[in-house]
């Protein structure tokens, strides 16, 4: 088998797996909130907790280059935001493959997912006033 069918396969494959994916599912639509609302927060914490930390130093380069006006710097953020973002969308999508389905009514308390949110807003709040203030 040639170099060419072994590609073709192995995009067969992914596409098929793709396909039969459910996208309504938890993992891929919430990420670390969906983990969290059903108690996985170590998972959640192991997975999501170093891309939240770089999404977060990003957004305080971007204020920073902003502030100093360099140019490259604030470019280099923005491309930061968008690499953690698509980093999170296919970190998501590799849950949605791996989680088994978990049954309607089963679930947690709300607090660890707004405990997350929270702490993302004001971690990305606390790095732009600072990055706007050096």
Known sequence: MNI????YHRMVGAGRKILETDF????MLLGPL???????????????????AL????????SYGAAGN??????MGTVGIGLC?????????RWCLRW???????GGHWG????????????VDLVMRLGMIL
Do not use: D, M
Request: proline share 6%.
């Open 85 to 93: 973002v698509l980093a999170a969308a296919i970190l998501n999508f």
């Open 34 to 52: 969906w983990l969290l609302w059903h108690g996985e927060w170590r998972l959640a914490l192991r997975s999501y907790l170093p891309l939240t």
């Open 24 to 27: 309504s599912n938890g993992p």
């Open 55 to 62: 999404y977060v130093a990003a957004h305080g380069l971007v």
């Open 70 to 75: 360099n140019a490259f710097l604030f470019r």
């Open 100 to 106: 088994p389905k978990i049954r309607h009514g089963k």
């Open 4 to 7: 060419t069918n072994q590609v």
């Open 112 to 123: 660890l997912p707004l405990l997350w949110l929270g702490c993302l807003y004001l971690a």
